[in-house]
Antibody
Framework: EVQLVESGGGLVQPGGSLRLSCAAS????????MNWVRQAPGKGLEWVAN????????YYVDFVKGRFTISRDNAKNSLYLQMNSLRAEDTAVYYC?????????????WGQGVLVIVSS | QAGLTQPPSVSKDLRQTATLTCTGN????????AAWLQQHQGHPPKLLSY???NRPSGISERLSASRSGNTASLTIIGLQSEDEADYYC???????????FGGGTKLTVL
């Protein structure tokens, strides 16, 4: 059974940092692009970043470039998101998301999400 | 970054058919198609359709996806109460080098 379990969320002050982790199991982690997608309270889905199977390519949405860093450790089946210079507008549930293999394309498995609140 | 355009809400009667739309451009929907997700309140999204319009295992045959030019569509026939949810489309934008989402459509089954 595919499982994605996020951790590391919580309350942080504006300007602060958090590191989110995602523990993957039930599939060959190193075969998939992995993503972080967020959802602000009562709002829609917003893609944040993704990383290629071996980490050689990474892409970010414009408003997190220079502040957030996505990384992975295939030996530990883990995905990470280092978030610096956090702003109130970064408050959201952050989901760890797997992309399907191959060209068919889609976010085929989602974690339960972890809540990040940026507030003083 | 520009997202995809979805109508905010659609309302249909039980057992009727709903067609949800998602409009992008030639760099995203028009290039490699759009995937569709369903989200019930308080739960993470679930993939309903890949970008090639195929359904993942376990997804009802009442759902079908298609694309015409820069617009993707999700059709749900024989609406049931459990179809009431938020629906999102997503596509990879080759120009932005980013995934983009639609704003979501809230489907109400009357």
């Amino acid at each position: 059974e595919v499982q994605l379990v996020e951790s590391g969320g919580g309350l942080v002050q504006p300007g602060g940092s958090l590191r989110l982790s995602c523990a993957a199991s039930g599939f060959t982690f190193s075969s998939h692009w992995m993503n972080w997608v967020r959802q602000a309270p009562g709002k829609g889905l917003e893609w944040v970043a993704n990383i290629k199977q071996r980490g050689s390519e990474k892409y970010y949405v414009d408003f997190v470039k220079g502040r957030f860093t996505i990384s992975r450790d295939n030996a530990k089946n883990s995905l990470y998101l280092q978030m610096n210079s956090l702003r109130a507008e970064d408050t959201a549930v952050y989901y760890c998301v797997r992309e399907s293999v191959g060209a068919i394309g889609g976010f085929d498995f989602w974690g339960q999400g972890v809540l990040v609140i940026v507030s003083s | 970054q520009a997202g995809l355009t979805q109508p905010p809400s659609v309302s249909k009667d039980l057992r009727q058919t709903a067609t949800l739309t998602c409009t992008g451009n030639s760099n995203n929907v028009g290039n490699e198609g759009a995937a569709w997700l369903q989200q019930h309140q308080g739960h993470p999204p679930k993939l309903l359709s890949y970008r090639n319009n195929n359904r993942p295992s376990g997804i009802s045959e009442r759902l079908s996806a298609s694309r015409s030019g820069n617009t993707a569509s999700l059709t749900i026939i024989g609406l049931q109460s459990e179809d009431e949810a938020d629906y999102y489309c997503s596509a990879w934008d080759s120009s932005l080098r980013a995934w983009v989402f639609g704003g979501g459509t809230k489907l109400t089954v009357l």
